[in-house]
Nanobody, 124 residues
Framework: QVQLVESGGGLVQAGGSLRLSCAASGLSFSNYAMGWFRQAPGKEREFVTAISWSGRTTEYADSVKGRFTISRDNAENTVYLQMNSLKPEDTAVYYC?????????????????WGQGTQVTVSS
């Protein structure tokens, strides 16, 4: 049974930082590309960032490029999202997702496994 469990969300002031973690179990983690998506109230789920199985390839949405960093530790079956210079428009539920391919993708339809999400709220 595949499980993705996010943690690290919370309330932070604009300009602050948070680090999200996603612990995976029940899958061969190093065979999966991983992604982070987010969904704000009344909006569709949107791509934030993704990382290939090795960590050598990453992709970022333009809205977070230069502020967010994705990384992974295959020994710990964990993917991270370091979020710096947070803005109120970053407020959303953040989801971790696993893709049954080793390379990255931006469409949520490409990801077969999802976590339950963690709330990030950025106050102005």
């Amino acid at each position: 049974q595949v499980q993705l469990v996010e943690s690290g969300g919370g309330l932070v002031q604009a300009g602050g930082s948070l680090r999200l973690s996603c612990a995976a179990s029940g899958l061969s983690f190093s065979n999966y590309a991983m992604g982070w998506f987010r969904q704000a109230p009344g909006k569709e789920r949107e791509f934030v960032t993704a990382i290939s199985w090795s960590g050598r390839t990453t992709e970022y949405a333009d809205s977070v490029k230069g502020r967010f960093t994705i990384s992974r530790d295959n020994a710990e079956n964990t993917v991270y999202l370091q979020m710096n210079s947070l803005k109120p428009e970053d407020t959303a539920v953040y989801y971790c997702a696993a893709r049954g391919r080793t390379w990255t993708a931006r469409s949520p339809d490409e990801y077969g496994y999802w976590g339950q999400g963690t709330q990030v709220t950025v106050s102005s």
